[in-house]
């Protein structure tokens, strides 16, 4: 790999590793925030609507599982619109002193990344305590893909909106979209929040926690959405750090 | 305190005096505001400078002129609203405030910007060697940046410009913050670099160094009024593009010659 | 120059700074009219009945949970940032001749003036949002500042002890979310655990007044419990801080 995006990823990897409130924030809030609600919810059964199928799930399990794509969404958003903060004065010169556009990029995704994986692993530990998906793997990638994606628009909100701005935005849209807009318990979901950045993500994560089957389209439809947004954060990341 | 030795080993093709290796022409800039009822702010009507290889340069004016934007816009990672801007061959850009990453080592600082560059571990090595020694920081190498006093910091900040050898560098209040010793060995540096036909545009308050340049630049109401500092201490100056007389400029150097003999104050000047 | 002066110059220093941010100042009028919104069609595709236990429509609900939280939010993250970024110069102005209690007092004015200001807003959003008419609008205000008030002192905390803009964010962003996720009774948790939330009350009061046209006095002294813990916990991080010098 090229050797300006391997040392970048490297020194990303090093300050991550520096920031050990950080860490411990990262693996101690999944466990807080699933770990309460499945304590918490009613031991009761609930009806879902899931791939357009009417099941019954356990309340505990439904908590553990949707909580899950929550927790990731947020944290990812918050990681992503700060990790772009924090560097975007010194990036100028990286930029100066020779890294391209696509190295910069390619080494903040990186590194972002990375934090995803932490941030979905410690998620995805704390939820199959509480329960067991019908198929953990594809389970596990759904739900890095919801990472991913509020990830990079933790990254692209944090240019355009700055610090402040971009707190509000990832205080809301995660909770919105993923809370309010794609879950299952609904009944009247509206046709346009299919066009929400994690619908297809929070598809193929309730499929794969509840039923046998894997949506080939609902993971195709994520992995397009990932991508449309990483290219949009890619663009917005030129303009930021661009020099003559 | 010695300087380590470089030998001839130059990187980039400064070679000759009488090259430019950047030039401004009519630079105008404008920070303009989103808000209705907030004014925008002028800061550059037709800024033209040029910085020759083996020069140094020196941009003055008072707190607030526009110096750092000008520096932003001839080092690129500032747009301008008008005008032209040339650049022959590398640069190196030393910021105001300390652009770094606060969580890596001073090492690590050099292994990245020096990867950025694309130099050889060897040359990174070497650059590393000959920095921290010139500039007496060698025992906080294994230090993170946000562990440094303000001086340190700063010191990191200049090698970061200085280390891959650039043919142009474009320093800003480079010496905030710099004790003495470091402050002549800065000053050495520079006549080093100059003797290597490196051009050199630095942004200093230290109106006692004009010496020390080869051309002084001010920077006043968005222009530049540029004046050669002769060996007679007379009052060498050209017209800008302008025509505007440089009286200005004859004033404060008249007013700063009575005060020659004072010693000078590394990085004791209020920063812009 | 008296204690009242002083602790004036503060507060109009404080307000200052925070008004000269023009987005904060957009996101005061415009996210708690969009939250409301939102949160109204969002939870309007639930069922009434169910896991939820709710007087009201679900959509009211909604309504009263994106005005709750959209109170609750913007003040905390104002009180979370004006910690962050004023540390430093409140230990300098403490050198300079202030006392901690005027700091302190003014930190807590701003935050107030804040939620009362976004209160108001939300109030005024929900009585146009909502398609009954707001019966007690005072009792409704009341609620909102509260919730401001509340998650204002708890910005404030949690800047003193993470004064670091990502991970205090996280922490008060997390806190704030699933604080209303109970709040909003969206998954039927228990009120003897949910009592616990520092939203819970402030949106009971809300609920009350805007369905029944009352005030919920049973939930008066709990919030009031709320914001009176978080005012001595605020007061003594925020003290803590200024002794140590200001530094994480």
Known sequence: ?244 | MDIASKGNDVRGTANSSGDTVVSANSVEKTYDSVLPFTRSVEVLDGATLHVERGQVVGIMGENGSGKSTLMGILAGVLDHDAGEVERAGSIGWCPQEPRLYDRLTVDETFELFGTAYGMSDDEIVDARAWLTDVLDFERFRDRQIRHLSGGNRQKVNLSVALMHEPDLLLLDEPYTGFDWETFLAFWDLTEELRARGVGVAIISHIINERDRFDVVYELHEGHLHRQEIGDDDGLSSEPTDDDVACERTASFIDEAGAGSGQRATAGQEESE | MSTVHRTLAGIQASTRSFVREPFTVVLLVVLPALSIQIYGVGMGQFPDVGIFAVSGSVATVGRITGAVFATGALAGVLGLFQMISARHADRRLTICGFRGVELVTARFATVAIASAVVGMVATLSLIVLVDDPIRAPIATFSGLAIAGATYGLLGIVVGSVLPRELEGSLLLVILADVDNVFASGLFGIEDSVTQFAPLAHPHAIVTEAVVEGALATEHLAPALGHLSLFSLLSVAAYTYQLESGGDA
């Open chain 1, 1 to 244: 790999m090229n050797r300006r995006v391997t040392t970048a990823v490297q020194m990303g990897v090093r300050e991550f590793r520096r920031t050990p409130v950080l860490l411990a924030l990262l693996v101690f809030l999944p466990a807080y925030i699933i770990g309460t609600f499945v304590l918490l919810v009613p031991d009761v059964d609930v009806p879902a609507t899931i791939d357009g199928t009417r099941l019954t799930v356990p309340m505990t399990d439904f908590a553990a599982a949707f909580m899950t794509p929550v927790t990731v969404a947020i944290l990812s958003g918050i990681v992503g619109l700060f990790l772009v903060q924090t560097s975007q004065a010194a990036d100028d010169r990286l930029r100066l002193a020779g890294y391209t556009a696509t190295d910069l990029v390619v080494s903040r995704v990186g590194t972002l990344g990375l934090g995803i994986v932490v941030v979905t692993m410690a998620s995805v530990v704390v939820a199959v305590f509480a329960f067991t998906p019908e198929s953990t793997v594809p389970f596990v990638a759904a739900t890095l893909l919801v990472g991913l994606t509020y990830g990079i628009l933790g990254v692209v909100v944090g240019i355009v909106l700055g610090r402040l701005g971009g707190v509000y935005v990832m205080l809301f849209s995660p909770m919105v979209d993923v809370l309010l807009f794609q879950n299952p318990l609904a009944t009247d979901a509206p046709e346009w929040t299919t066009l929400l950045p994690s619908h297809y993500a929070t598809n193929a994560l309730f499929d794969a926690a509840f039923t046998s089957s894997i949506d080939v389209w609902d993971f195709g439809g994520a992995v397009a959405y990932t991508v449309g947004l990483l290219v949009i954060g890619v663009l917005v990341f030129y303009q930021a750090t661009d020099v003559e």
